[in-house]
């Protein structure tokens, strides 16, 4: 059983940083994409980042440069360090795994279907 567990998240002030884990379990880890995603209130999920199973990275325009995603294959853990954080990046964040049979959430060429429970971060101005 695959299990996501999402830390690290809370309230900072604008320019601030934070670094958000994501301890996966019961996952091929290094198989396939990881990923964080954010949601706003109201609105759909969206993707942030990914890091592919080679390493490579990709963003969304509106976090390029202030984060960046990483892994460690020793302790199964996804990252993404915040900094420059925006009040605008006050969304509850999520980390996912990509499900390449089921998976129900395309993002940047990959099919994610695992999903954390996620971590609230709010950026004050």
């Known amino acids: 059983q695959v299990q996501l567990v999402e830390s690290g998240g809370g309230s900072v002030q604008a320019g601030g940083s934070l670094r958000l884990s994501c301890a996966a379990s019961g996952y091929t880890y290094r198989r396939y994409c990881m990923g964080w995603f954010r949601q706003f209130p109201g609105k759909e999920r969206e993707g942030v980042a990914v890091i592919d199973s080679d390493g490579s990275t990709r963003y969304a325009d509106s976090v390029w440069g202030r984060f960046t995603i990483s892994q460690d294959n020793a302790t199964n853990t996804l990252y993404l360090q915040m900094s420059s954080l925006k009040p605008e990046d006050t969304a509850m964040y999520y980390c996912?795994?990509?499900?390449?049979?089921?998976?129900?959430?395309?993002?940047?060429?990959?099919?994610?279907?695992?999903w954390g429970q996620g971590t609230q971060v709010t950026v004050s101005s």
């Open positions: 996912a795994a990509e499900d390449p049979l089921y998976g129900g959430s395309w993002y940047s060429n990959c099919r994610f279907g695992y």
